[in-house]
């Protein structure tokens, strides 16, 4: 048993190794005929990681099934950022509960953000002795071994590397969708933002050579694949720790000279967004005019609170040069409001901030306390009702401007990845190149399809066309 320990989670080792995956061959195809079911929480790295713990047990002879009251092993793959993301992983657990009183042999695991934290460990210990295996984010290879304990020693196995290890590179990959993929680039964060708790779970950042990442992109460029989205919890801060001149602007370049017709990449730290890397995404037609860019506040004093180490202003220059710079590009933002001791002053900058930016999109949450965080120390005078109207005035203003920037559309065409057919004969939905959904109609597309539509009406978080032929 490892348990996961806050201390060493907040250590930073900067000696780590690059590692080969290798299946143990004792365990290839030892569960042929047995099946699995995988319930994923949370964030893009997430959902990537369920895409190689899925091939893993692949490997291990496992068939993946979408009903969970049929599957043998049943995983659930969780996320800590916020206080309801805990909630639903607990809910699913009380469902399981119940299904494992209806078929004892049901096997039940959990991996992902919150096997990280101590206080979920020392809940699943005292109360869900249940729970045959768990695994933390550090430790995803290991699981055909622990697997194969929980099964055969029918005991708990609990297994959290309390930091990040080596880097493993060749884990097997189930992708979902056979024309955009996920590639990691960097693991962890090194930030600590004080609200945040990405930095315990996921641990320090480690870069993946420049070399592994162009080899992964170009054989999914050879595989017909037209999207990729470079994934890290700060992709801005890339190649930082094991290059001296190579960083995300580099990388963006290189990727950008695969040919893959789409790049993509999140989440931006706008402290590590440097001019050069604004300057590549100008020079690239592949590299997409949409950035992810979390503002937190508009208030120095409650950015300064939350240790963003920009202000207002640094992040209102930023957000200027890529709109001047990156033609058509469109900025989406995530805001948190009701931090401790916000004041109605404090959250009228992030509202002035907004009429500024006028973001394309809006990721919108109340300050949830997460374990172990410096900011959950703080004492907090706003009351939740406050919070609450505070979130709701916001996403009011908010919702006008993607509208707003909707409309501007109209009459325009656009360049969109065909993602599926929607119910409704020759009625289609794909992301344009500045990633807004939008639903057209037109003949004979097939998902992957790259295609110009023809901008007919515009709603909040939506667009509607027609196939410009
Ligand atoms: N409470 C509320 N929102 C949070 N986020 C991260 N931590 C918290 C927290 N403790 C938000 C941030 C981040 C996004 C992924 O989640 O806005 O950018
Ligand atoms: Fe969390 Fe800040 Fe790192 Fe983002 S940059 S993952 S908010 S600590």
Redesign the pocket.
């Known amino acids: 048993m490892q348990l996961p320990d806050y201390k060493e989670a907040r250590k930073r080792n900067k000696n780590y190794q690059r590692i080969e995956y290798v299946i143990d061959k004792k365990l290839k195809d030892k569960y042929q005929g047995k099946t699995y079911y995988i319930r994923t929480y949370g ?1 893009q790295m997430n959902e990537h990681d369920t895409e190689n713990i899925k091939a893993i047990l692949e490997q291990l002879g496992l068939k993946e099934i979408d009903n969970m009251n049929k599957a043998d092993i049943v995983l659930l793959n969780t996320c800590s ?2 206080e309801n993301a805990h909630n639903k992983a607990f809910g699913m657990l009380g469902r399981l509960k119940h299904l494992k009183e209806e078929r004892k042999d049901l096997i039940v695991g959990l991996c992902g953000c919150m096997a990280q934290e101590t206080g979920v460990i020392e809940e699943i210990l005292k109360n869900y002795p249940w729970v045959n295996f768990v695994f933390g984010t550090h430790n995803m290879y290991n699981l055909p071994e622990i697997l194969d304990e929980a099964i055969t020693t029918k005991k708990q196995q609990i297994e959290v590397f309390s930091k990040e290890g080596d880097l493993i590179e060749d884990i097997p990959v189930k992708r979902e969708n056979k024309f955009k993929a996920y590639v990691n680039i960097i693991y962890g964060c090194d930030k600590f933002c004080t ?4 930095p315990f779970t996921r641990g320090g950042e480690r870069s993946r050579k420049k070399e592994d990442i162009l080899k992964e992109i170009e054989k999914l460029v050879q595989d017909g694949y037209k999207e990729v989205t470079l994934l890290g919890q700060n992709v801005n801060a890339y190649g930082k720790d094991i290059y001296d001149d190579y960083g995300l602007g580099e990388l963006l370049e290189d990727v950008a000279k695969t040919k893959i017709p789409r790049i993509r990449f999140m ?1 931006s730290h706008p402290w590590d967004f440097t001019s050069k890397m604004v300057d590549v995404i100008a020079k690239y037609d592949n590299i997409m005019p949409a950035i992810h860019l ?1 503002v ?1 506040s508009g208030s120095d004093r409650i950015l300064k609170l939350m240790g963003r180490r920009y202000t207002k202003e640094k992040y209102l220059k930023l957000f200027k040069e890529i709109r001047e710079k990156v033609k058509g590009c469109t900025i989406s933002t ?3 409001v009701g931090f401790p001791n916000e004041t109605e002053e404090d959250f009228e900058e992030t509202i002035d901030l907004v009429n500024i930016c006028k973001f394309d999109n809006a ?1 919108t ?6 374990e172990n ?1 410096p ?1 959950a120390k703080l004492k907090d005078n706003v009351t939740i009702e406050e919070k609450e109207k505070r979130l709701y005035k916001l996403n009011e203003i908010v919702n006008g401007y993607f509208k707003e920037n909707n409309e501007k559309l109209v009459g325009e065409t656009v360049k969109v990845l065909t993602e599926g057919e929607s119910a409704k004969k020759d009625n289609y939905y794909g992301y344009t190149d500045t990633n807004k959904l939008i639903n057209f109609t037109g003949k004979k597309l097939q998902p992957g399809d790259l295609v110009n539509v023809k901008v007919t009406e515009a709603k909040t978080w939506s667009l509607d066309g027609v196939l410009d032929e």
């Open positions: 964030c950022i916020r609200y945040c708790i990405v989440t979390p937190q995530d805001i948190i990721f949450f109340i300050y949830s306390p997460r965080t900011a």
